[in-house]
């Protein structure tokens, strides 16, 4: 595995991420913006963040997986939220905690989690990108 994930003494320990990922890696996969579209382009959970979110992260490992990576080899996370207010983060952890299920996985890379006025099209709630580290 290229990442080591920790979270450092001195820093607030998070449940959902760690604060620092070590690559030991050499091939560097930069993953665009995933938004809740499925194979065909539709949009998945109109409405619905937790299955926005839910999308976003198996399509993400739909890419990983593609290039020979797993949501292990992840070393950051950015998460954009239309609309963002703290009483969405329910809705945001279900969303990875069904994507973990289903990947087989607990991808706690670090994160940066933005809110934003809109995406590329109305329908969708939330997009998150991924940089991931392979051997």
Known sequence: MAINLVNPSGLPEVDVYRQVSISTGSKLVFIA???AWDA???TVG???L???VEQCYLNIGTAL???GGSFDDVAKLTVHVVDWTPDKMPQLLEGISRAAAELGTTPVPPATLLG??????PEHLVEIEATA???
Not at 116 to 121: F, K, M, N, R, Y
């Open 33 to 35: 913006g995933q938004v």
């Open 133 to 135: 580290i392979l051997d």
């Open 116 to 121: 934003v006025a809109a995406l590329d099209v």
């Open 65 to 67: 997986a593609a290039v």
């Open 50 to 52: 937790a299955a926005q």
């Open 46 to 48: 109109e409405g619905d």
């Open 40 to 42: 065909e382009g539709h």
